[in-house]
């Protein structure tokens, strides 16, 4: 079921920030996804090879990803799992959110904000106090 519901919402994203979906094909056994291709790697193995950004290009990375966040959120769609190993960036160094695996799409049912999920590393410490998971 949860694929289902992320190939639903890769859908619907369609946006240049975000990775696009270009195709689902299904046999008795298996799906295949055919998504955009993604030259360029994550953003977190750029941020290990060459240490701190600049200024001018966390800045790019920022409005790009607060962009792409936006479009989602204007279709209802929460990704849950934003971090540097999920935005990818492509050949000409623009960033694409994907990995919507854990995202939340009220109009499909989801438990919106009671639900905890997400890369420990990457949560906030008050949520994780929360949930009692210190």
Known sequence: ???KREISIMKLVRHPNVVRLHEVLASRK???IILEFIT???L???IIRHGRLS???ARKYF???IDGVDFCHSKGVYHR???PENLLLDSQGNLKISDFGLSAWPAQGAALLRTTC???NYVAPEVLHLTNMV
């Open 1 to 3: 079921m949860q694929i």
């Open 30 to 32: 298996k799906i295949f």
């Open 40 to 42: 360029g790697g994550e």
């Open 44 to 46: 977190f193995d750029k």
């Open 55 to 57: 200024e001018a290009d």
């Open 63 to 65: 409005q790009q990803l």
């Open 81 to 83: 799992d934003l971090k």
């Open 118 to 120: 997400g890369t420990p």
